[in-house]
C-alpha cells in the first residue's frame, strides 16, 4: 500500500490498469465482432434458403429488389445492433460507479449534473420513434428503387432500342428522391440527436458546478479535476447508450422485414407420390391430375379442373393458343402454383426446360453439368442430340466458351439448346419441355426433336409444349388447353377426326413436316460467333471487376467534398471544428484558471459567468459543426446516386454484356448505402477526434512544454503503425467489396432462375454454393476485425504511455496543481480519443472505397453517343419515307478487332418495302440491325435513312423513330395500359383499337382491372405469346416508319403468326419493315429477301426471282422444304410479283 501511496506507485498502477483494460476491450471487441459477422452469414444464408422455398404468391409480394435489400442492408442492421448492444450493457454499472464517486467530491451537487443527463436520456428515447419512422420509409423507398434499377438492368437492351432511358431514369430518380427526402427528415433528427450528445458533456460540469458553488463549495483543484475525469466517465453512456438503442430498435425494424419475409408462404413441396399412396392411379402413370385447379394472388390466369393421365414413356404434346395455360400446366407440376382443389400426383424425378432459356454466367459446358459431375460420354451425347457440336467446333473456346450472363452472347436458339442440352445431361424420369423447338429454325428443330426427343428421350416421359403442329402426328398423346381448361385430349388422329378444337387450328396449320425447313439448311456452315458481345478470341466476355491498389487518392477525398459542397463546404467544417475545439479547450483551460485564481481581481461569481459563456460558445459551434457535416451527407447522397445512375443507363450495350447485374446492384446499393448513412458519421468523428488530439499537443505544450520531447516520438510512431494498418485494412475492404459481388450475382441469378432449380430439386446445390461464397467474402472480413485488434492494443500501449509519463513528472515537478490536472485529465481521455481516431479514420479510408467504385461509375464508364444534337431533325419530318442506303458497312468488336462479324455490306432499301432477313446463327442478321440503332457503331462505312447519314444523328432522336418487336419480349412493371403506352401519349380508345387488332381485347376484357391490370416483374404474370403480342401493339401505337422483327412470332400459335403477318400488311403497309426470319412462310411474300452468309450479301432480291433461279440458294432452300410445299411458296411468291407490278 505504501508503493501505490507514492506518487510512482500510482503511476505504474494506472499503467497497470490501462492495459489490463486494453487487454479486456480487445477480447470483447473480438467476440462481439466474429458474432456480427455469424449473425450476418446466418441471416445471409437463412434469406437465400427461404428464397428457393417462396410459393408463387410470395415471389409477387417479395420482388427480387425487396430480396436483395434484405440480404444488402437489412441484415447488416441487424448485424451492427450487436455491437451497439454489447456496447450499453455495462452503461447501467458505469452510472452508478460515476455517481458514487462524485457525490464523494460534489455533495448532493451531484445529481444537478445527473439529472442533465438524464433529462437528455429521456429526450433522446423520444427520438427513437422518429428514427424508426424514417428508417422504415428510407428502406421501403430503397426496396423500390432497388426493384426498378433490377428491372432496368434487365431490360437495358429494349430500352435503348426504344429510347426509353430518361424514362427510366426519371422512374428510378422519382423513387430515389422519396428515399432522400425520408433520409433528410433522418438526417434532421439526427442533428438534434447528436447536438445532445454534443451539449450534454459541457451542461453537466457547468450545472453540477454552479450547484456545487452556490451550496458554498470550494472550487479546487483536487475536486475540480477529478470530478471532470468521472463526468467523462458519466458521459460515456450518453455517447454509447443512445446510440446503441437507436442501432437495436433500427434493428428491430430490419427484423421486422426479415421475419415477414422467412414467415412468407412457402410452396408445397413437390413429393414423389407411390402407388401405394395413390391406390387409384394407373399403374404405369407418370403423373396424375385430377380435377386439379391452381391459383396465385394476381396472377392474371389459373388452370381449371385438370384431369389427364400421363402414362410413363408417353411423349405428350401440349397444344392451345396464346395464353390457353400450356407453360401453366407445366408450372402445376414443378409447384410453381398452388393447387387449390383436386390433386396432382408425381411418380418419379422431372427436368425442366423453361419457355424462356435461363442461362447461368458459366461455361457452356457449367450450365449443361449444372453442377453435376462431368461424364463425357453423356456430355458429347447430349451436345449432338441438342445439335450444338457445329457451334461448339466454332465457338472461340468451344464448349468452354463463357457465356455472359442471361445468355447475352449466344442467340435465342442457342440458349434453347442449351437449356435443353441441361435437362438431358440430368437422368431424370419425365422431361418437361416448355415449347424449346420455338426459338430454332425449323431443320434444327427438326433435327432437335428427332436426336433429342424421339432418340435420346424415346425411354423417358416427354410433356412437349409446343406450337410446331406437324410434330403432332409423331407423339402419342394431345392435350388441347383453351382457357385455362384441357378441351380436349386423345390420339392425333383420333382428335382431329372428330372434328374438334384440334381440328380447328390444323386449318390454320399446313401440316407438312418439310414446310418452313429454313434457309440455314443449305447455307454454308458459317462461324457460329458469339452472338452480339463481341467476347474475346478465348471466349470469355465477363470482365474482373476493377480494384483499385494502393491508398485512396487525394482526389476521391477531394470528390466528396466537391458533392458535399466543395470548398465553401470545407471551410465551413474547418471553421466550425476548430473554433468549437478551441471554446472546448478554452473553457476547460478556464477552470483551471479558476482553481488556481489566475486573475485574483475576479469573484467567483464572474468566474462562474464567464465559464457558463464560454460553454455556450462550444455548445453553438459544436452544432454548427454537426449541421454542417449533415448537410454535406445529404448533398453526396443525392450527387452519388444521380451521377452514377446517368452514366450506367448511358453506357453502351458492350458495358452491360461483360458486367453481371450483381455486380452493378452492388454498387447502386452496398456503396450508394454507405454513402446515405456511413462516410458523413464517420468524417463527423474524424474531425472530432482529429481536433480533440490538436487540442492535447496544445495544451501538453502549454503545460509541460518538455512533454513534447516524448509526445512528439510518440505520435510519430503512432501515426506509422496508422499507416501500416491502413494499407492493409484499406485493400481488405476493397477486396470485401469484390469478394461480395459474386455473391451477390449468384443471389440474383438465382432469383432469375428458381422455377428451374425448384424443378430439377437441386436447391442444396445452390445453396452449397452460396455458402461458399459467403465464406469467400468474410474472409477479408474476418481480417479486417484481427487487424483493428491488433493496432487496438498498440495505440492503447502508445496512450498509457503518456499517461505514466505525465503522472511520473506531475509527482516530482512543482507545476501547480491545477495544470497537471487538466493535462492529467486531457491525458486519461487520449486512449479513447485515439480509438476514436483510429476506428473513425480507418472505417471512413476504407468505406472511402464506396466513393472511389462509385466515382468510376458516374464518371469513367464509357458512353455512348450524345442522345441529341442541335442540328437532328424534328420529328414530324423526319424519316417520312424510310428508305434506307448501306454503304460499304463494317462492323467489328473491340474485344475481337481481327474478326469482322459483316463484311463490306452494301444495298438500298426503297420506301415502305417489306425486307426478310434470313442467315445462319453467326452471319450478321442480329448485328445488322443492332447497328441500324446504334446499338454497335460501326467500324467503316456508313448507313443513310431518308439520305441522312444515322451517325451524325443523337442516339435518341434515331432510335425514337424506330421501333422494334424483340424475338424475346420485355415487359415492365406496372400495368397493361403502361406496358402498351409507356410514356402516356395515347387515349384509351387507341389503346382498346390495339388491343382489338392484335386480338386480346377479350381478354383483357375479361381482367377486374382491364387496363389497368398489374404486370408483375419481367411480365411473368402473363404467357410469352401474350408478351409479344403486347410488343406488337406497342410498335402498331406508335406507328413508326421503319419496324424491325426479330422472329417475332417464334412464342406464338400459328393463329397469332397469321395475325401478327395480316397486321404487318395492314397496320405498317406504308412502313420500311425489316424482318430476320428462319421460316420462309413468314416472309415468301415480302418484296425482297436478303440472304446473309458468313458476315457477308450473297443473294438480295424478290422472293420471285429468287425461286426462279434453280442456282439460287433461296430458290434450293424452298426446293428443300418439299415439292408440294416448294410449289406454293412459288405460287404465293408470283402473286406477290403479279400484284406488284400492277402497282
Same mark, same amino acid.
Given at each position: 500500500?505504501?508503493?501505490?501511496?507514492?506518487?510512482?506507485?500510482?503511476?505504474?498502477t494506472?499503467?497497470?490498469?490501462?492495459?489490463?483494460?486494453?487487454?479486456?476491450?480487445?477480447?470483447?471487441?473480438?467476440?462481439?465482432?466474429?458474432?456480427?459477422?455469424?449473425?450476418?452469414?446466418?441471416?445471409?444464408?437463412?434469406?437465400? =434458403?427461404?428464397?428457393?422455398?417462396?410459393?408463387?404468391?410470395?415471389?409477387?409480394?417479395?420482388?427480387?429488389g425487396k430480396?436483395?435489400?434484405?440480404?444488402?442492408?437489412?441484415?447488416?442492421?441487424?448485424?451492427?445492433?450487436?455491437?451497439?448492444?454489447a456496447?450499453?450493457?455495462?452503461?447501467?454499472?458505469?452510472?452508478?460507479?460515476?455517481i458514487?464517486?462524485?457525490?464523494?467530491?460534489?455533495?448532493?451537487?451531484?445529481?444537478?449534473?445527473?439529472?442533465?443527463?438524464?433529462?437528455?436520456?429521456?429526450?433522446?428515447?423520444?427520438?427513437?420513434?422518429?428514427?424508426?419512422?424514417?428508417?422504415?420509409?428510407?428502406?421501403?423507398f430503397?426496396?423500390?428503387?432497388?426493384?426498378a434499377?433490377?428491372?432496368?438492368?434487365?431490360?437495358?437492351?429494349?430500352?435503348? $432500342?426504344?429510347?426509353?432511358?430518361?424514362?427510366? $431514369? *426519371?422512374?428510378?430518380?422519382?423513387?430515389?428522391?422519396?428515399?432522400?427526402?425520408?433520409?433528410?427528415?433522418?438526417?434532421?433528427?439526427?442533428?438534434? $440527436?447528436v447536438?445532445?450528445?454534443?451539449?450534454?458533456?459541457?451542461?453537466?460540469p457547468?450545472?453540477?458546478?454552479?450547484? @456545487?458553488?452556490?451550496?458554498n %463549495?470550494?472550487? #479546487?483543484?483536487?475536486?475540480?479535476?477529478?470530478?471532470l475525469?468521472?463526468?467523462?466517465?458519466?458521459?460515456?453512456?450518453?455517447?454509447?447508450?443512445?446510440g446503441?438503442?437507436?442501432?437495436?430498435?433500427?434493428?428491430?425494424?430490419?427484423?421486422?422485414?426479415?421475419?415477414?419475409?422467412?414467415?412468407?408462404?412457402?410452396?408445397?413441396?413437390?413429393?414423389?407420390?407411390?402407388?401405394?399412396?395413390?391406390?387409384?392411379?394407373?399403374? *404405369?402413370?407418370?403423373?396424375?391430375?385430377?380435377n386439379?385447379?391452381?391459383?396465385?394472388?394476381?396472377?392474371?390466369?389459373?388452370?381449371?379442373?385438370?384431369?389427364?393421365?400421363?402414362?410413363?414413356?408417353?411423349?405428350?404434346?401440349i397444344?392451345g393458343p396464346?395464353?390457353?395455360?400450356?407453360?401453366?400446366?407445366l408450372?402445376?407440376?414443378?409447384?410453381?402454383?398452388?393447387?387449390?382443389?383436386?390433386?396432382?400426383?408425381?411418380?418419379?424425378?422431372?427436368?425442366?426446360?423453361?419457355?424462356q432459356?435461363?442461362?447461368?454466367?458459366?461455361?457452356?459446358?457449367?450450365?449443361?453439368?449444372?453442377?453435376?459431375?462431368?461424364?463425357?460420354?453423356?456430355?458429347?451425347?447430349?451436345?449432338?442430340?441438342?445439335?450444338? #457440336?457445329?457451334?461448339?467446333?466454332? $465457338?472461340?473456346?468451344?464448349?468452354?466458351?463463357q457465356?455472359?450472363?442471361k445468355?447475352?452472347?449466344?442467340?435465342?436458339?442457342?440458349?434453347?439448346?442449351?437449356?435443353?442440352?441441361?435437362?438431358?445431361?440430368?437422368d431424370?424420369?419425365?422431361?418437361?419441355?416448355?415449347?424449346?423447338?420455338?426459338?430454332?429454325?425449323?431443320?434444327?428443330?427438326? &433435327?432437335? @426433336?428427332?436426336?433429342?426427343?424421339?432418340?435420346?428421350?424415346?425411354?423417358? #416421359?416427354?410433356?412437349?409444349? #409446343?406450337?410446331?403442329?406437324?410434330f403432332?402426328?409423331?407423339?402419342?398423346?394431345?392435350?388441347?388447353? *383453351?382457357?385455362?381448361?384441357?378441351?380436349?385430349?386423345?390420339?392425333? +388422329?383420333?382428335?382431329?377426326?372428330? *372434328?374438334g378444337?384440334?381440328?380447328?387450328?390444323?386449318?390454320?396449320?399446313?401440316?407438312?413436316?418439310?414446310?418452313?425447313?429454313?434457309?440455314?439448311?443449305?447455307? +454454308?456452315?458459317? /462461324?457460329?460467333?458469339?452472338?452480339?458481345?463481341g467476347? &474475346?478470341?478465348?471466349?470469355?466476355?465477363?470482365?474482373?471487376?476493377?480494384?483499385?491498389?494502393?491508398?485512396?487518392?487525394g482526389?476521391?477525398?477531394?470528390?466528396?467534398?466537391?458533392?458535399?459542397?466543395?470548398?465553401?463546404?470545407?471551410?465551413?467544417?474547418?471553421?466550425?471544428?476548430?473554433?468549437?475545439?478551441?471554446?472546448?479547450?478554452?473553457?476547460?483551460?478556464?477552470?483551471?484558471?479558476?482553481?488556481?485564481?489566475?486573475?485574483?481581481?475576479?469573484?467567483? &461569481?464572474?468566474?462562474?459567468?464567464?465559464?457558463?459563456?464560454?460553454?455556450?460558445?462550444?455548445?453553438?459551434f459544436?452544432?454548427?459543426?454537426?449541421?454542417a457535416?449533415?448537410v454535406?451527407?445529404?448533398?453526396?447522397?443525392?450527387?452519388?446516386?444521380?451521377?452514377?445512375?446517368?452514366?450506367?443507363?448511358?453506357?453502351?450495350?458492350?458495358?452491360?454484356?461483360?458486367?453481371?447485374?450483381?455486380?452493378?446492384?452492388?454498387?447502386?446499393? +452496398?456503396?450508394?448505402?454507405?454513402?446515405?448513412?456511413?462516410?458523413?458519421?464517420l468524417?463527423?468523428l474524424?474531425?472530432?477526434?482529429t481536433?480533440?488530439?490538436?487540442?492535447?499537443?496544445?495544451?501538453?505544450?502549454?503545460?509541460?512544454?518538455?512533454?513534447?520531447l516524448?509526445?512528439?516520438p510518440?505520435?510519430?510512431?503512432?501515426?506509422?503503425?496508422?499507416?501500416?494498418?491502413q494499407?492493409?485494412n484499406?485493400?481488405?475492404?476493397?477486396?470485401?467489396?469484390?469478394?461480395?459481388?459474386?455473391?451477390?450475382?449468384?443471389?440474383?441469378?438465382?432469383? /432469375?432462375?428458381?422455377?428451374?432449380?425448384?424443378?430439377?430439386?437441386v =436447391?442444396?446445390?445452390?445453396v452449397q454454393?452460396?455458402?461458399?461464397?459467403?465464406?469467400?467474402?468474410?474472409? !477479408?472480413?474476418?481480417?479486417?476485425?484481427?487487424?483493428?485488434?491488433?493496432?487496438?492494443?498498440?495505440?492503447?500501449?502508445?496512450?498509457?504511455?503518456?499517461?505514466?509519463?505525465?503522472?511520473?513528472?506531475?509527482?516530482?515537478?512543482?507545476?501547480?496543481?491545477?495544470?497537471?490536472?487538466?493535462?492529467?485529465?486531457?491525458?486519461?481521455?487520449?486512449?479513447?480519443?485515439?480509438?476514436?481516431?483510429?476506428m /473513425?479514420?480507418?472505417?471512413?479510408?476504407?468505406?472511402?472505397?464506396?466513393?472511389?467504385?462509385?466515382?468510376?461509375?458516374?464518371?469513367?464508364?464509357?458512353?455512348?453517343?450524345?442522345?441529341?444534337?442541335?442540328?437532328? !431533325?424534328?420529328?414530324?419530318?423526319? !424519316?417520312?419515307?424510310?428508305?434506307?442506303?448501306?454503304?460499304?458497312? =463494317?462492323?467489328?468488336?473491340?474485344?475481337? !478487332?481481327?474478326?469482322?462479324?459483316?463484311?463490306?455490306?452494301?444495298?438500298?432499301i426503297?420506301?415502305?418495302?417489306?425486307? %426478310?432477313?434470313?442467315?445462319?446463327?453467326?452471319?450478321?442478321?442480329?448485328?445488322?440491325?443492332t447497328?441500324?440503332?446504334?446499338?454497335?457503331?460501326?467500324?467503316?462505312?456508313n448507313?443513310?435513312?431518308?439520305?441522312?447519314?444515322?451517325?451524325?444523328?443523337?442516339?435518341?432522336?434515331?432510335?425514337?423513330?424506330?421501333?422494334?418487336?424483340?424475338?424475346?419480349?420485355?415487359?415492365?412493371?406496372?400495368t397493361?395500359? /403502361?406496358?402498351?403506352?409507356?410514356?402516356?401519349?395515347?387515349?384509351?380508345?387507341?389503346?382498346?383499337d390495339?388491343?382489338?387488332?392484335?386480338?386480346?381485347?377479350?381478354?383483357?376484357?375479361?381482367?377486374?382491372?382491364?387496363?389497368?391490370?398489374?404486370?408483375?416483374?419481367?411480365? =411473368?404474370?402473363?404467357?410469352?405469346?401474350?408478351?409479344q403480342?403486347?410488343?406488337?401493339?406497342?410498335?402498331i401505337?406508335?406507328?413508326?416508319?421503319?419496324?424491325?422483327?426479330?422472329?417475332?412470332?417464334?412464342s406464338?400459335?400459328?393463329?397469332?403468326? +397469321?395475325?401478327?403477318?395480316?397486321?404487318?400488311?395492314?397496320? @405498317?403497309?406504308h412502313?420500311?419493315?425489316?424482318?430476320?426470319?428462319?421460316?420462309?412462310?413468314?416472309?415468301?411474300?415480302?418484296?425482297?429477301?436478303?440472304?446473309?452468309?458468313?458476315?457477308?450479301?450473297?443473294?438480295?432480291?424478290?422472293?420471285?426471282?429468287?425461286?426462279?433461279?434453280?442456282?439460287?440458294?433461296?430458290?434450293?432452300?424452298?426446293?428443300?422444304?418439299?415439292?408440294?410445299?416448294?410449289?406454293?411458296?412459288?405460287?404465293?411468291?408470283?402473286?406477290?410479283?403479279?400484284?406488284?407490278?400492277?402497282?
Amino acid at each position: 500500500m505504501l508503493i501505490i501511496q507514492s506518487g510512482a506507485g500510482l503511476a505504474f498502477t494506472l499503467f497497470a490498469l490501462q492495459i489490463g483494460s486494453s487487454i479486456f476491450r480487445a477480447t470483447s471487441d473480438q467476440i462481439i465482432r466474429r458474432t456480427e459477422i455469424n449473425i450476418r452469414t446466418i441471416i445471409i444464408c437463412a434469406i437465400y =434458403e427461404k428464397t428457393l422455398k417462396l410459393s408463387g404468391q410470395s415471389s409477387i409480394k417479395f420482388t427480387q429488389g425487396k430480396i436483395l435489400n434484405l440480404i444488402n442492408i437489412d441484415a447488416e442492421k441487424i448485424a451492427m445492433a450487436i455491437q451497439g448492444f454489447a456496447g450499453a450493457y455495462a452503461t447501467p454499472i458505469q452510472i452508478a460507479v460515476a455517481i458514487y464517486l462524485l457525490g464523494q467530491l460534489l455533495g448532493y451537487s451531484v445529481w444537478a449534473g445527473a439529472g442533465t443527463l438524464f433529462f437528455a436520456l429521456l429526450i433522446q428515447a423520444g427520438m427513437i420513434g422518429f428514427f424508426v419512422k424514417y428508417q422504415r420509409l428510407f428502406l421501403s423507398f430503397g426496396d423500390k428503387r432497388l426493384k426498378a434499377l433490377r428491372e432496368m438492368l434487365y431490360g437495358i437492351k429494349i430500352i435503348k $432500342f426504344r429510347a426509353l432511358e430518361e424514362f427510366f $431514369f *426519371d422512374r428510378i430518380t422519382t423513387i430515389r428522391n422519396g428515399q432522400i427526402k425520408a433520409l433528410k427528415n433522418y438526417y434532421i433528427v439526427q442533428v438534434f $440527436f447528436v447536438g445532445i450528445i454534443q451539449v450534454i458533456p459541457v451542461l453537466m460540469p457547468i450545472v453540477a458546478f454552479i450547484a @456545487f458553488s452556490l451550496s458554498n %463549495g470550494s472550487i #479546487t483543484a483536487p475536486i475540480i479535476f477529478p470530478a471532470l475525469s468521472l463526468f467523462n466517465i458519466l458521459f460515456q453512456p450518453l455517447l454509447v447508450f443512445p446510440g446503441s438503442l437507436v442501432s437495436v430498435v433500427l434493428a428491430k425494424v430490419s427484423w421486422d422485414r426479415i421475419r415477414d419475409f422467412i414467415l412468407a408462404e412457402e410452396a408445397e413441396p413437390r413429393v414423389e407420390s407411390t402407388f401405394e399412396n395413390t391406390p387409384d392411379a394407373p399403374k *404405369d402413370a407418370a403423373i396424375q391430375l385430377s380435377n386439379a385447379t391452381t391459383k396465385e394472388e394476381n396472377a392474371l390466369f389459373h388452370l381449371r379442373h385438370i384431369t389427364t393421365s400421363i402414362k410413363k414413356g408417353s411423349l405428350v404434346a401440349i397444344v392451345g393458343p396464346v395464353g390457353s395455360g400450356k407453360s401453366s400446366f407445366l408450372s402445376g407440376i414443378i409447384g410453381e402454383m398452388r393447387c387449390i382443389d383436386g390433386s396432382m400426383n408425381i411418380f418419379g424425378t422431372l427436368a425442366y426446360c423453361s419457355q424462356q432459356a435461363w442461362i447461368l454466367t458459366e461455361t457452356i459446358q457449367g450450365n449443361i453439368l449444372f453442377n453435376n459431375s462431368l461424364d463425357k460420354t453423356r456430355m458429347d451425347a447430349v451436345i449432338e442430340a441438342s445439335c450444338l #457440336t457445329n457451334d461448339l467446333q466454332q $465457338f472461340p473456346a468451344g464448349k468452354m466458351t463463357q457465356i455472359g450472363e442471361k445468355g447475352v452472347n449466344l442467340s435465342g436458339g442457342q440458349k434453347a439448346r442449351v437449356s435443353l442440352a441441361r435437362a438431358m445431361y440430368q437422368d431424370c424420369d419425365t422431361y418437361l419441355l416448355d415449347d424449346p423447338i420455338s426459338a430454332l429454325d425449323a431443320h434444327v428443330g427438326a &433435327d432437335v @426433336f428427332k436426336l433429342s426427343i424421339k432418340q435420346m428421350l424415346k425411354d423417358k #416421359t416427354v410433356i412437349l409444349v #409446343t406450337h410446331q403442329l406437324h410434330f403432332l402426328p409423331e407423339v402419342d398423346h394431345v392435350i388441347v388447353m *383453351d382457357n385455362g381448361t384441357i378441351a380436349e385430349q386423345g390420339k392425333f +388422329k383420333d382428335l382431329v377426326a372428330k *372434328d374438334g378444337v384440334l381440328a380447328n387450328m390444323m386449318k390454320h396449320y399446313k401440316l407438312d413436316d418439310d414446310e418452313d425447313k429454313p434457309i440455314e439448311s443449305k447455307l +454454308k456452315k458459317t /462461324a457460329a460467333v458469339v452472338e452480339d458481345t463481341g467476347a &474475346d478470341k478465348n471466349g470469355n466476355i465477363i470482365v474482373e471487376e476493377d480494384r483499385n491498389l494502393g491508398a485512396v487518392e487525394g482526389k476521391t477525398y477531394w470528390s466528396y467534398v466537391v458533392a458535399c459542397g466543395g470548398y465553401s463546404y470545407l471551410v465551413v467544417v474547418a471553421i466550425t471544428a476548430i473554433l468549437a475545439q478551441a471554446s472546448h479547450l478554452l473553457t476547460d483551460l478556464w477552470l483551471s484558471w479558476w482553481t488556481s485564481n489566475m486573475y485574483p481581481n475576479l469573484t467567483a &461569481d464572474q468566474y462562474l459567468r464567464i465559464y457558463t459563456g464560454l460553454g455556450g460558445i462550444q455548445v453553438f459551434f459544436s452544432l454548427a459543426l454537426n449541421a454542417a457535416v449533415l448537410v454535406g451527407g445529404y448533398r453526396s447522397a443525392h450527387y452519388y446516386h444521380s451521377a452514377a445512375l446517368k452514366r450506367i443507363i448511358a453506357a453502351p450495350m458492350s458495358f452491360f454484356d461483360s458486367q453481371p447485374v450483381g455486380r452493378i446492384l452492388n454498387r447502386m446499393s +452496398k456503396d450508394v448505402e454507405s454513402i446515405d448513412q456511413a462516410i458523413w458519421i464517420l468524417l463527423f468523428l474524424t474531425i472530432i477526434a482529429t481536433t480533440g488530439l490538436i487540442s492535447i499537443v496544445v495544451l501538453m505544450a502549454y503545460v509541460l512544454p518538455y512533454m513534447l520531447l516524448i509526445v512528439v516520438p510518440l505520435i510519430v510512431l503512432y501515426f506509422y503503425i496508422i499507416k501500416y494498418y491502413q494499407n492493409a485494412n484499406r485493400e481488405l475492404k476493397r477486396l470485401e467489396s469484390v469478394q461480395r459481388s459474386p455473391l451477390y450475382a449468384h443471389i440474383s441469378e438465382s432469383l /432469375a432462375g428458381i422455377a428451374t432449380v425448384k424443378a430439377f430439386r437441386v =436447391e442444396k446445390r445452390f445453396v452449397q454454393r452460396q455458402r461458399t461464397l459467403m465464406d469467400l467474402s468474410n474472409t !477479408p472480413s474476418m481480417l479486417k476485425l484481427l487487424g483493428s485488434v491488433w493496432v487496438n492494443m498498440r495505440i492503447e500501449l502508445l496512450a498509457s504511455i503518456v499517461v505514466l509519463t505525465l503522472v511520473l513528472i506531475g509527482s516530482y515537478s512543482d507545476i501547480h496543481s491545477s495544470q497537471i490536472g487538466i493535462a492529467l485529465t486531457y491525458a486519461i481521455g487520449l486512449t479513447g480519443l485515439i480509438n476514436l481516431l483510429l476506428m /473513425a479514420f480507418s472505417q471512413l479510408d476504407a468505406e472511402m472505397n464506396a466513393v472511389e467504385r462509385l466515382d468510376v461509375y458516374g464518371n469513367d464508364l464509357p458512353q455512348e453517343a450524345p442522345r441529341s444534337y442541335d442540328t437532328d !431533325p424534328a420529328s414530324d419530318s423526319w !424519316p417520312t419515307k424510310g428508305a434506307i442506303t448501306i454503304k460499304n458497312l =463494317e462492323i467489328r468488336y473491340e474485344s475481337r !478487332p481481327d474478326f469482322a462479324v459483316i463484311k463490306n455490306l452494301s444495298l438500298n432499301i426503297r420506301p415502305g418495302e417489306k425486307i %426478310g432477313v434470313v442467315g445462319r446463327t453467326g452471319s450478321g442478321k442480329s448485328t445488322l440491325m443492332t447497328t441500324l440503332f446504334r446499338i454497335i457503331e460501326p467500324s467503316l462505312g456508313n448507313i443513310e435513312l431518308d439520305g441522312i447519314d444515322i451517325s451524325k444523328l443523337g442516339l435518341k432522336t434515331l432510335r425514337s423513330r424506330l421501333q422494334i418487336i424483340p424475338q424475346e419480349p420485355v415487359l415492365f412493371t406496372g400495368t397493361i395500359r /403502361a406496358n402498351l403506352d409507356v410514356e402516356s401519349k395515347f387515349e384509351d380508345a387507341s389503346i382498346w383499337d390495339v388491343l382489338e387488332r392484335i386480338g386480346i381485347k377479350e381478354y383483357v376484357t375479361g381482367l377486374p382491372e382491364k387496363l389497368e391490370a398489374p404486370v408483375s416483374e419481367n411480365g =411473368e404474370n402473363l404467357s410469352v405469346g401474350q408478351r409479344q403480342l403486347i410488343s406488337l401493339g406497342r410498335a402498331i401505337l406508335m406507328q413508326p416508319i421503319v419496324l424491325v422483327m426479330d422472329e417475332a412470332t417464334a412464342s406464338v400459335d400459328a393463329e397469332a403468326d +397469321k395475325l401478327i403477318q395480316q397486321s404487318i400488311k395492314t397496320h @405498317f403497309a406504308h412502313a420500311t419493315v425489316l424482318s430476320i426470319a428462319h421460316r420462309l412462310n413468314t416472309i415468301v411474300d415480302f418484296d425482297r429477301v436478303l440472304v446473309l452468309q458468313d458476315g457477308e450479301m450473297v443473294e438480295f432480291d424478290s422472293p420471285h426471282i429468287l425461286l426462279g433461279r434453280s442456282e439460287s440458294l433461296f430458290s434450293q432452300l424452298a426446293d428443300a422444304t418439299g415439292a408440294a410445299n416448294a410449289q406454293l411458296l412459288r405460287e404465293i411468291a408470283s402473286k406477290k410479283a403479279a400484284s406488284s407490278a400492277q402497282k
